[in-house]
């Protein structure tokens, strides 16, 4: 319950500078679940894959940056398509005999 002994715009300010891979930064998923580092190495990685792919005649699609993970509740609605997907496959083909 809200009492008064912070004020609403301090929270929104410590909500704004989390650290990155902090675990709010985790759960919501994209930039803030990963390190800097890691983010400075797929960068990196990217940057490699672009030179060699211009090295190499430049035909085709370029690659491109890897994505940011997805947050929990994004993950756990994929895994529940698939799931019931799945299920619905079953159903329709399994029981046909």
Known sequence: ???????VREVSVYATNLPRESSVGIRLGG????????????????AMLRIAHAQAGGKGKA?????YPLGVAEQAEK????VSRAEA????HLNKK
């Not at 319950?1 to 004020?7: A, N």
């Open 89 to 92: 496959f079953r159903r329709k």
């Open 63 to 67: 690659p491109e940056m890897r994505e």
């Open 31 to 46: 930039p803030d679940a990963i390190s800097s580092e890691v983010e400075a190495s797929w960068l990196i990685e990217n």
């Open 79 to 82: 895994e529940n398509f698939a």
């Open 1 to 7: 319950m809200y009492r008064g002994l912070i004020s």
